[in-house]
Structure formats: C-alpha cells, structure tokens
C-alpha cells in the first residue's frame, strides 16, 4: 500500500480509477475544479476525458461516478467544495452547476451551502443580449452531519460598525461581556434592545459571507483554468488543520496542492494529463512548507 496520508503526490490518470486506489476514509476536505462541459479539450484524443461529451447526461453521470468514489475516499467528518461553471448551448443557459450538486446529492454529499464567486476581473464578453457573466458557484458538501468546518478562522470584518455606520460606537462593546447598546451614549433611549453585543457581534468578525470577491489568479499563461490561491486558502483554512490530508482529483496546475503546503496540509491530487501532473509536481515541489507539520 502506498503511504499517502504524509505526503505530496501527483498522480496521472483518470479520477476515478487513481481513487480506487487509496485506502478508505483519509482525506479531510477536497478543492477541485473539473473541466466545464463542453469548454475545452485539456488532453486531445483522451476518451476519459471529463468535459468532452456530447450529451450533458453523461458529463454529469461522469462527474458522480468520480464524486461517489471520492465519498469513500474521505474521512466522516470531511468535506468537498466544488467550483464549476455553466454552459450555454444554442444561446440557452443549461444550469449545469446545481444539476451537478444535486445529482451529487443523491449518492451521498450534503449540500451545505451555494457559494458565488464573484470575479471582478472576469474577461469582458461581447454578448449584447444579455449581461456579461463575472461569477462561478463553489459548492461546499459535507460526507456527514457533524464535520469538521472552523468559522472563525475565515470570518469577515463587520459591516455594521464600518466608519460610516450609525452604529459604529458599538464597537467600544465587542467583546466585553454584558456590554449591551445601553451601556454606550445612548443610554436610556427606548429605541436600543437589550441583547449583548459580544454575543451578536462576535469580536473576530461577522461569519463568513456567501458572496466572495476573488479576483483571477496569476498564473492563467500555464493553464487554462487556474484558481486564485485565496479561494483556496479560504476553504482550506476551515474546514482542515494542519497535518490534514487535502485532496485534488483535477489537479490541473496544482494550485490546492501548493496552497495545502504552504499552510501546513498533505496532498493528493490526480490528473487526466502527464503534462499538468508535471507542471503541478513541479510547482508544489517548489513551494516552502509554511506550517509547523507534525
Ligand atoms: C479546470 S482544470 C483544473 C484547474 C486547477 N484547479 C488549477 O488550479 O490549475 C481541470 C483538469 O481536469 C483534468 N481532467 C479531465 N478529465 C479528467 C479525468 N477523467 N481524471 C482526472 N483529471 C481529469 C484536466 O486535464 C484539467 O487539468
């Protein structure tokens, strides 16, 4: 059996098949991005590649054949957060993304929330009849009821107490226990309730948003379909720790795998094409272990 759960590997090969392969139950959390449905050919004349059907049936039937293997391959209380596009064929939007999650639904992922990422510097698209697409859906399923996911490691600065909010003297009550809105200026004044703000308002921030502002990332030249290292970070960030064992099955360049090293995690990523496994084996390799690793 190849020792996996402490390591760094790239795999060439089809999902599915490397899947089989790995013993039950070790993986933490997974970040994938498998090609979108008639987008691209990554690997030409590779009759496993995903994406490439005619029909969308089968793309999506491909797509929960990986997914029910990965199922296995993941830990009870683990995770998977999956981006994927849409297509439009004949100028129709197909809705491919939720088909897909529910489709994954029905061998076994709970759907936990449908996360926008919003693009800021998406491609401008010369469409005049209808507006130009700058989003993508994240997925975010979990194996089980009870999973492992740490909210406050991600949690966003408050909005309600910016500089410009009326309620910005609420900030002198974070975190004090039993301040409340009357103990403030307004003391007295009918119009404030009485719960605690260090309760409401939590002093690391408001929980984390379903609406992320993450623009492109860097290194678009070497692949066609990159992620942003902070979308990552992000996922990985609350639902692993360090000494975890992340997965990739569409490694692609390798960008869950060279964030999961930075901070700390293991990895295990698959790809259809020898030319990505190398490109992603050569970025992880040269990325510097940034956590204290067990
Ligand atoms: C959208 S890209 C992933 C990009 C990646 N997130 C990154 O940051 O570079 C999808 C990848 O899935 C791979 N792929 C296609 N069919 C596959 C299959 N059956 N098994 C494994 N990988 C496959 C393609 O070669 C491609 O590199």
């Known amino acids: 059996m190849v020792y996996i759960e402490k390591s760094y ?26 090609p979108y449905f008639g987008h691209r050919i990554y690997t030409p004349e590779n ?19 990986v997914f029910s293997e ?23 939007l197909l809705g ?41 859906y994240i997925f975010f399923f979990a194996k089980n009821k009870v999973y492992f996911y740490n909210p406050d490691l991600i949690r966003e600065p408050h909005v309600t107490f910016g500089e410009k909010s009326r309620m910005k003297g609420g900030r002198n009550h974070f975190g004090k226990r039993n301040g409340t809105p009357e103990n403030g200026k307004n003391s007295g004044n009918p119009n404030l309730h009485t719960s605690r703000w260090d309760q409401a308002f939590h002093p690391l921030g408001r929980n984390k948003r379903t609406v992320w502002e993450i623009p492109l990332g860097k290194y678009r ?8 290292e ?11 720790q360090e000494g975890s064992l992340v997965c990739d099955p569409f490694t692609g360049s390798g960008t869950t795998g060279v964030v999961a090293k930075k901070l700390g995690r293991y990895f295990y990523g698959i790809d259809l094409s020898e030319k990505y496994s190398q490109l992603a084996i050569g970025r992880i390799n040269s990325t510097i272990v940034q956590g204290t690793l067990l």
């Open 9 to 34: 590997t790239v795999i060439t090969g089809n999902a599915k098949e490397v899947l089989s392969t790995i013993p039950d139950k070790i993986i933490q959390t997974s970040i994938t991005s498998p």
């Open 47 to 65: 009759e496993n590649e995903i994406g490439t059907e005619v029909e969308l049936n089968d793309y999506i039937n491909h797509l929960v054949d």
């Open 70 to 92: 990965l199922y296995k391959k993941t830990r009870d209380d683990g995770t998977l957060w999956l981006n994927i596009g849409d297509t439009y064929r004949n100028n129709i």
């Open 96 to 136: 491919v993304p939720w088909r897909v999650a529910l489709a994954l639904g029905e061998v076994g992922w709970q759907l936990r929330s449908d996360i926008i990422w919003y693009k800021p510097n998406a491609m401008p698209s010369s469409v005049k009849t209808r507006p130009t697409v700058d989003h993508e």
């Open 221 to 228: 030249g070497v692949h066609f379909a990159v992620f942003p």
């Open 230 to 240: 902070k979308l990552v970070e992000t996922c990985l960030v609350a639902t692993s």
